[in-house]
């Protein structure tokens, strides 16, 4: 099989060049407008996040800031609550994207009972909600991948149609051991699965030339019998044509998919790295150019979908909703010690 | 009621629950067609179809990676792992996923899933087709290490494996497969998981084995019987969570323990029975207690002498426990 750096968009509604991108696609203004809200929303909860470490009251934190386009994009092509997520811990704006609230991810980062990922087990970083379809993951880099995977294996012992699973991961990722073997079995399978790699260029420290023995990881898709797919991570609407499209093939039985999205990692790793140790300050400061919500902020604005002072109105509305989630996640009481023994072993 | 083998009771498990139970299925390596290397499989992929009777290519994290995803969607995998010794492949997947995503989602998800492997020597299989790798999982919460040694159990605590809501490892020792011969009965039946089994009542000594060893034990303990040596033999069956009451008031009652397991000494489950003696039946005690196992070498020997230097069997068992009455 071919590797297609087209995204075709074939399978998508409307196809009239007329029209803004958008709409060729079949996306309304309100779900462009919502996206545009939602990536502003989790990228506020990022700062909040990196704000509250810094108090000692949030004690991990991942970034997701540069790769929500890419989460918002795929979110689109997901039926939450019916398509399974497999998320990494890179995925803070998929988890909203999907229908977590900001006070959700606050309770997760402040590691409170309420937090619905994990009962404030997991550290910050594993989303998690059995009513959204959003699968629980360990700290285990690509060892997720293998129960998208198992989903999809699921759905074609039960006979289900109509469904599919979606997994996301690193570039690093694809170095694993675990990662060959799900690409495998979903390959010799042709099961309904969809991979998207939210390639950064970065495992922490190491860049992709150090970890990644070929330039593109789509170019990987190949050795297990699927199309590997190219798009620009910052580019909400081309990662949905891609994502929509894979998700359409893997429902209607045509089998797997390898998206690697390509994007920038605006921030540190976490908030236990400094990124200005292996990124050059010239490369760090065109980081500013690569953010995805200015891209489509911009996209808003040029086709008339709000103006500069909605978008402020917009900005501030977020921040007091915000404001309000960390103050209630903060007010949550730490849970009763014995607590350390539930949900070992079901009834 | 029907005699079977150790390996036919597996199989009428595995082929009772599928009957009865949409939701289980087989997987692994050679397990459809061929019907398993040792043929424990043999028949379900006839009987149920290739996508309930799993033929998956040589990837163990992969077979039980996607069992897990599989009992996410709610269905009962069984997945197969050839052999005990090429289980550490998926060791990331059974302890940190498995046996972890009850607890690491507060209860929200949960892991029904049974991976079954043949493990122990006495087969010629060397240092790869002969290792006891119980110990690797006998200290993870959340998991449940099942281990039987009769026909009428293998079956039962199967089915019961197979219906628990939680990651059950159930290792079979692949001598046993074809060597026992038991009453199994016709019909889907359960031995509760985290019980043992007093399988011979004795006053002077206890032995807590289990696997191949229980049936050694046994041999043994009527060898010694002769002798006027009263021996209590308790059949593990669960090596985790332990049956903490029924091994303390085995030790209680007799005064005097030995463990026999074909695991290595250092690091195998006799520690840790040793040390809940210790802590818990100390005062009870007339002897120090006694750990007989495999020693500390990386698994037996493809030479034949070296093999059977390196297996307990009856005539080791019967010594030790001769060293003991006399302590």
Redesign the interface.
Known sequence: MSMQTDTSLASLPINDPALPRHRQLGLSDEQVLAALAGMQRVRNVDDRLWQLSRQGKAHFVITSAGHEATQFGCAWAIRAGHDYSVPYYRDMALALALGQTPLDLLLHGMGKPTDPASGGRQMFGHFSSRALRIVSGSSSVGSHIVHAVGLALAFRITGEQDIAAITFFGEGATSEGAWHEGMTIAGVQQLPVVFVCENNGYAISVPAHREVPVRDVATKAAGYGMPGVIVDGTDIFAVYAAAHTAMQRARSGGGPTLIECKLHRLRPHSNADDHSKYRSPEELAALAQHDPIDKLRDYAILHGLLDAVQWQVLQQQIKAEVDAATLAADQVPDPPLESLYDHLYGA | MPELTFLEAIRSALRDEMTAD?RV?V?GQDVGVKGGVFLVTDGLYQQFGE??A?D??I?E??I????????????R?VAEIQFADYIQ?AV??II??AA???????????CPIVVRAPFGSGIHGALYHSQSTEALFTST??LKVVIPATPYDAKGLLIAAIRD??PVVFFEHKQLYRTIRGEVPDGRYTVPLGTAAVRRTGRQISVFTYGLMLHHSLTAAEQVAQEGIDVEVVDLRTLYPLDRETILASVRKTSKALIVHEDNLTGGIGGEISALIGEYAFEYLDAPVRRLASPDVPATAFNEALEAHFMLNPTKIAHALRELAAY
């Open positions: 949409q299925f997987l996508h309930r799993i998956m290519p990837a994290a992969g039980v990676g996607a069992a897990i995803g599989a009992a996410l969607h709610g269905l995998p492949p990331d997947q940190n996923e972890k995503l009850r607890y690491r989602s507060a209860g929200d998800w949960s919460p959340g809501p939680d």
